[in-house]
């Protein structure tokens, strides 16, 4: 199984691992994708005030220009690690057993702007880059990455793949026969509405339940048993589609 997070904003500093070798990352077809865009993002570091307009910081942001300029030198961490935030807090890698810690690196992935996708245990440095972020010259980043990342994440089909991946991440590289997670709320009257704030902190207890399992995930139907077992509650949409569903 594999399930395929969506990344965050935020992500943890320094690290222990040696600088950012691409060719030591998960995915090796998505290295020449990976190097064209980390060499425009360190190029584009070199004007500041462009970077902040491209990606979207503020001025007591500036400092993730810093992250961007220092790509290649900077130490890394594994990327279950660097990403931080609401759903990696309800994740809580930190805390996991030995046992279920070799799970979480085995089964878990994240999705990224900039590496495509990297699992758990992949060493990656801070940076900033946002899935609807525009580079000089490179147009959509969607428009970099497809085909090649759909081509990469089609080739696991021996895998079941659950893809927790927000919208924007997800239209860099759709996953074929991925099963897909929604969050509702439930109001007494029945009606339902899709939940925004605390939707990643949702997906990270369904991340957590899934990674703690000695279950084996086969399909919708043992999907939803492992997250009710976690004690959420679960409907089944259809073959592909789970429905979480909250008060």
């Not at 959420?232 to 259809?238: G, H, K, L």
């Amino acid at each position: 199984m594999l399930i395929v997070l969506p990344p965050s904003e935020t992500k943890s500093d320094g690290g222990r691992g040696a600088p950012l070798d691409l060719t030591t990352l998960s995915f090796p077809s998505l290295t020449p994708v990976r190097d064209r865009i980390a060499t425009a993002l360190v190029e584009l570091a070199d004007d500041p005030a462009r970077s902040a307009a491209v990606l979207g910081l503020g001025q007591r942001q500036l400092g993730e220009v810093d992250r961007n300029a220092a790509l290649w030198t900077s130490a890394t961490r594994p990327a279950i690690e660097r990403y931080t935030g609401v759903l990696y807090d309800a994740l809580g890698v930190g805390d996991l057993t030995r046992a279920s810690r070799t799970k979480a690196d085995d089964r878990l992935a994240v999705g990224s702007a900039l590496f495509g996708v990297v699992r758990a245990r992949d060493q990656i440095p801070a940076y900033r880059l946002s899935s609807g972020s525009k580079l000089p010259g490179m147009g959509t980043l969607a428009a970099q990455w497809k085909p090649d990342l759909t081509e990469a994440l089609a080739g696991l089909d021996d895998e079941v793949v659950v893809d927790l991946r927000s919208g924007g991440y997800r239209s860099l590289g759709p996953i074929p026969g991925a099963m897909d997670v929604t969050v509702l709320t439930e109001a007494q009257d029945g009606s339902r509405s899709v939940v925004s704030h605390f939707n990643k902190h949702h997906k990270g207890v369904m991340a957590r339940s899934l990674v703690t399992t000695r279950k084996r995930v086969r399909d919708i139907d043992s999907l939803a048993a492992v997250v009710s077992d976690g004690g959420q509650r679960t409907e089944i949409a259809s073959a592909t589609e789970l429905i979480i569903l909250t008060d």
